[in-house]
């Protein structure tokens, strides 16, 4: 299950997200916003970032305008690495380096086409571990106000 999470800015992205999703039987679960009114980044990043963070969710792909507002918020969650993504190497090594669990995407910097192929690798590329496991141990420290040298 994929959380899916947008504001106004980001709102048709995700509904050709959720097109995709359909055509291709992924199940997601849609935490809003529903319209292309104003609505706050933040309370979509909120909802499905909890859904992970709980385990309902496996991942989340959110959006808005540019991807960055949406993964500040996401970050401010503990649990969540997001990863704000325009172009398909750093969405495969989010995943491969820094097992990020969330997709941060942009409507207005990024087309439908890319889009789909970043939610695409995005899902599908493991986390490779080994040495990296250490720098996602550092992040949770510093998530938890460790200090880490």
């Not at 980001?10 to 995709?20: D, H």
């Not at 808005?64 to 750093?90: D, L, P």
């Given at each position: 299950m994929i959380a899916l999470g947008s504001d106004h800015a980001?709102?048709?992205?995700?509904?050709?997200?959720?097109?995709?999703f359909d055509e291709k039987k992924i199940e997601y679960k849609d935490f809003g916003c529903y319209a292309p009114e104003s609505f706050d980044y933040a309370v979509a990043a909120s909802r499905a970032c909890k859904a992970v963070v709980r385990g309902e969710c496996e991942k989340a792909i959110?959006?808005?305008?540019?991807?960055?507002?949406?993964?500040?918020?996401?970050?401010?969650?503990?649990?969540?690495?997001?990863?704000?993504?325009?172009?398909?190497?750093?969405?495969?090594?989010?995943?491969?380096?820094?097992?990020?669990?969330?997709?941060?995407?942009?409507?207005?910097?990024?087309?439908?086409?890319?889009?789909?192929?970043?939610?695409?690798?995005?899902?599908?590329?493991?986390?490779?571990?080994?040495?990296?496991?250490?720098?996602i141990d550092m992040i949770s420290a510093l998530e938890n106000g460790e200090e880490i040298e």
């Open positions: 980001g709102f048709a992205l995700k509904e050709k997200i959720k097109q995709y959110l959006c808005c305008g540019t991807g960055i507002g949406i993964s500040m918020a996401a970050n401010k969650i503990k649990g969540i690495r997001a990863a704000a993504c325009s172009n398909y190497f750093g969405a495969k090594l989010t995943r491969a380096h820094n097992d990020a669990n969330v997709l941060c995407l942009g409507e207005r910097v990024t087309g439908y086409g890319l889009a789909l192929e970043l939610v695409d690798v995005f899902l599908n590329t493991e986390f490779e571990g080994g040495r990296h496991q250490r720098r």
